[in-house]
C-alpha cells in the first residue's frame, strides 16, 4: 500500500468515528510524509492542526492504522502549508464536495467553504476572477445518481429543471438528511446544462462560502461587485442554504440577489438539511419565496436501493464483493449513502493492503467496528455526565434557577447539545429544565452563533462532542 492509499484508508476510519465537522476542521490538508522503522510523519497545514493531531487524535491514528495492519508507534506532524501535495492529480479536487474515490487524490475530504477558489485566480473571490469558474464536480452525473423511490421526485424535477432553464420550477428546494445525495443532484443539474451549453453561467456554491464571500466583499467595499457577479448568472446553486439562518445581513442581500434573478427568470436551486419552515430565524419573505417554488425531499434509501448503490459504486471501482457481503453492508450501514461508500471503500483497501480476495468473513471483521460505534446511541445521560464533568457543575445546579454565569453557561450548552446532538424538540427539552420552550431556543440560538464567533467557545464545544463520542 502506497503512503497515499494507507492514509486514504486512515481516514476513511476516522470520517467513521468523528463528527464530520470535526473532521474536515482537523484532517482536511493532512497527508502521510513518511513511514519508516515505526515511526509514521504527518504533513498538516498549520500549528493548530499539528498540536490536535499529536495531542489529540494520535492515538486514534495509530490505533486505525494498527488496524490497518501497519505496525507503527510513532506519530509526528510537521507543518508545510495547505496544499502539502503538488501531485496531478490534487488538480482534480478543485471540484467542490469531491466524493470518495479509489481515483481521487489523497483527502477524501470535502472542500466546502474550506475550497481555495480555482487556480487562475488564487484567493480571490470569483466575482473578482476574469474567467468564470461553476465550481462544479464533473463526478456528480444524473447517469451515475441511482434513482429510486427515496429520490426520484428529487431526481425528476433536478432533471426537468436542466431541461427548462428558469421556467419550470423556480426555485427548486431539495431537502434531506446529511449523505443522501443533495450535492450529487444539485450538481448533476450544472453538469448536464454545461453538456449542451457551455457558455451558460451556472454557479455552484455552499451558502457558508457565500456568506464569508459576502462578508468580505462588504469589508472590502466590493459589494458592488459582489451583486452584478451574482445577478449575472443563468443558475445559481446554492448549497445548505440552512447555514443562512440567523444571519440578517447575508439573508437580506441574499434576496436582493435572490429576487433580481428570479425577475429575470434566471433559476435558482436550492439544498437544505430540513424543510424551508424548520429553519428557524429564516426571514420569513425569503422562506415564503422558498415555498413559492417547487420542493421535494430525498429520504433514506431502502435496503434494495442500498443494494443497488453497492453495486453501482463497485462497478464505478471495478471491484467485486460477493452477495452475502453487499447484503451485510447493506443491513448494517443504513444511515446515508456517503457511508455506504465510506464502508466500501474501506473494504477495497483492506483487502488491497493484505493482498486478500473479498469475502463475507473479512467484510465482517472490516465492520465490526464501525457497525459497534453505530450502536452506541448517545443519551440525555450521557450529556448531562459529560456536562457535569467538563464544567464541574452538578446536575441539580443545572436545574435551578440561578443565573450565575458558571452555571447558566454550561446549562445553554447542555440544551444546545441535546437539540444538536439527540434532535429532541424544544418543548422536551424545556420539560427537563422546567423551562418554557422560547428559553431553549434562545439557549440554542446563542451557543450556535456564539460557536461562530468565538473560536474559544467553538474549541470548548469540539472538546465536549469528542468526549462524548469517544466516551461512550
Ligand atoms: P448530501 O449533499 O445530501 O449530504 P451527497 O450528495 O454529498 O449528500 O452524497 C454523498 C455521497 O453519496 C456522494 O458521494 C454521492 O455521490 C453519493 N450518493 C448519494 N446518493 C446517491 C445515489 N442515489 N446514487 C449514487 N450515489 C449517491
Ligand atoms: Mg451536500
Known amino acids: 500500500m502506497t503512503n497515499e492509499e494507507l492514509w486514504r484508508a486512515v481516514l476513511g476510519q476516522m470520517e467513521l468515528s468523528i463528527s464530520r465537522a470535526n473532521f474536515i476542521t482537523w484532517f482536511r490538508h493532512t497527508t502521510i510524509l513518511s513511514r519508516e522503522n515505526g515511526a509514521i510523519t504527518i504533513g498538516v497545514p498549520n500549528g493548530y492542526t499539528k498540536e490536535w493531531l499529536e495531542n489529540k487524535y494520535n492515538h486514534y491514528i495509530l490505533k486505525a492504522l494498527r488496524e490497518l495492519g501497519e505496525n507503527i508507534q510513532e506519530l509526528r506532524c510537521v507543518i508545510i502549508g495547505d496544499t502539502p501535495l503538488a501531485s496531478p492529480e490534487r488538480k482534480s479536487m478543485d471540484a467542490v464536495q469531491a466524493p470518495i474515490s479509489k481515483q481521487d487524490s489523497l483527502p477524501h475530504i470535502e472542500q466546502t467553504t474550506f475550497q481555495k477558489p480555482a487556480l487562475s485566480g488564487p484567493s480571490l473571490a470569483p466575482y473578482q476572477q476574469k474567467s468564470f469558474h461553476s465550481n462544479l464536480n464533473s463526478r456528480y452525473e444524473f447517469d451515475n445518481f441511482v434513482v429510486a423511490e427515496n429520490n426520484e421526485l428529487a431526481k425528476a424535477a433536478c432533471f426537468s429543471v436542466s431541461q427548462n432553464l428558469g421556467v419550470l420550477y423556480n426555485p427548486l428546494f431539495i431537502y434531506g438528511g446529511v449523505g443522501l445525495g443533495k450535492t450529487h443532484l444539485l450538481q448533476s443539474i450544472g453538469n448536464e446544462i454545461l453538456k449542451n451549453?457551455?457558455?451558460?453561467?451556472?454557479?455552484?456554491?455552499?451558502?457558508?462560502?457565500?456568506?464569508?464571500?459576502?462578508?468580505?466583499?462588504?469589508?472590502?467595499?466590493?459589494?458592488?461587485?459582489?451583486?452584478?457577479?451574482?445577478?449575472?448568472?443563468?443558475?445559481?446553486?446554492?448549497?445548505?442554504?440552512?447555514?443562512?439562518?440567523?444571519?440578517?445581513?447575508?439573508?437580506?442581500?441574499?434576496?436582493?440577489?435572490?429576487?433580481?434573478?428570479?425577475?429575470?427568470?434566471?433559476?435558482?436551486?436550492?439544498?437544505?438539511?430540513?424543510?424551508?419552515?424548520?429553519?428557524?430565524?429564516?426571514?420569513?419573505?425569503?422562506?415564503?419565496?422558498?415555498?413559492?417554488?417547487?420542493?421535494?425531499?430525498?429520504?433514506?434509501?431502502?435496503?434494495?436501493?442500498?443494494?443497488?448503490?453497492?453495486?453501482?459504486?463497485?462497478?464505478?471501482?471495478?471491484?467485486?464483493?460477493?452477495?452475502?457481503?453487499?447484503?451485510?453492508?447493506?443491513?448494517?450501514?443504513?444511515?446515508?449513502?456517503?457511508?455506504?461508500?465510506?464502508?466500501?471503500?474501506?473494504?477495497?483497501?483492506?483487502?488491497?493492503?493484505?493482498?486478500?480476495?473479498?469475502?463475507?468473513?473479512?467484510?465482517?471483521?472490516?465492520?465490526?467496528?464501525?457497525?459497534?460505534?453505530?450502536?452506541?446511541?448517545?443519551?440525555?445521560?450521557?450529556?448531562?455526565?459529560?456536562?457535569?464533568?467538563?464544567?464541574?457543575?452538578?446536575?441539580?445546579?443545572?436545574?435551578?434557577?440561578?443565573?450565575?454565569?458558571?452555571?447558566?453557561?454550561?446549562?445553554?450548552?447542555?440544551?444546545?447539545?441535546?437539540?444538536?446532538?439527540?434532535?429532541?424538540?424544544?418543548?422536551?427539552?424545556?420539560?427537563?429544565?422546567?423551562?418554557?420552550?422560547?428559553?431553549?431556543?434562545?439557549?440554542?440560538?446563542?451557543?450556535?452563533?456564539?460557536?461562530?464567533?468565538?473560536?474559544?467557545?467553538?474549541?470548548?464545544?469540539?472538546?465536549?462532542?469528542?468526549?462524548?463520542?469517544?466516551?461512550?
Do not use: W
Open 197 to 472: 451549453s457551455p457558455e451558460k453561467r451556472i454557479k455552484y456554491i455552499t451558502s457558508e462560502r457565500f456568506t464569508t464571500e459576502l462578508v468580505d466583499s462588504l469589508k472590502n467595499h466590493h459589494i458592488d461587485e459582489f451583486k452584478s457577479f451574482y445577478e449575472q448568472i443563468d443558475l445559481l446553486i446554492i448549497d445548505d442554504i440552512q447555514f443562512l439562518s440567523g444571519r440578517e445581513k447575508t439573508q437580506n442581500e441574499f434576496f436582493h440577489i435572490f429576487n433580481a434573478l428570479y425577475q429575470l427568470n434566471k433559476q435558482i436551486v436550492i439544498s437544505s438539511d430540513r424543510p424551508p419552515q424548520a429553519i428557524a430565524t429564516l426571514e420569513d419573505r425569503l422562506r415564503s419565496r422558498f415555498e413559492g417554488g417547487m420542493i421535494t425531499d430525498i429520504s433514506r434509501p431502502t435496503l434494495e436501493t442500498r443494494i443497488a448503490i453497492l453495486e453501482r459504486k463497485m462497478n464505478e471501482k471495478n471491484f467485486s464483493l460477493d452477495p452475502a457481503s453487499v447484503r451485510f453492508v447493506a443491513e448494517n450501514v443504513t444511515q446515508n449513502v456517503r457511508e455506504l461508500e465510506g464502508a466500501l471503500n474501506r473494504i477495497i483497501a483492506f483487502c488491497e493492503f493484505h493482498k486478500i480476495e473479498p469475502s463475507l468473513d473479512a467484510t465482517e471483521k472490516i465492520l465490526s467496528t464501525i457497525i459497534a460505534a453505530k450502536k452506541q446511541v448517545l443519551t440525555l445521560d450521557d450529556i448531562l455526565a459529560i456536562i457535569t464533568d467538563f464544567y464541574a457543575v452538578t446536575a441539580e445546579d443545572l436545574k435551578k434557577k440561578g443565573r450565575k454565569k458558571e452555571i447558566s453557561h454550561p446549562r445553554q450548552v447542555m440544551m444546545y447539545l441535546l437539540r444538536d446532538e439527540l434532535t429532541l424538540p424544544f418543548s422536551t427539552i424545556g420539560a427537563y429544565f422546567h423551562r418554557d420552550h422560547t428559553t431553549i431556543l434562545h439557549a440554542f440560538e446563542k451557543i450556535k452563533t456564539g460557536k461562530q464567533k468565538n473560536p474559544r467557545l467553538k474549541e470548548e464545544l469540539s472538546t465536549i462532542t469528542e468526549r462524548l463520542h469517544y466516551s461512550t
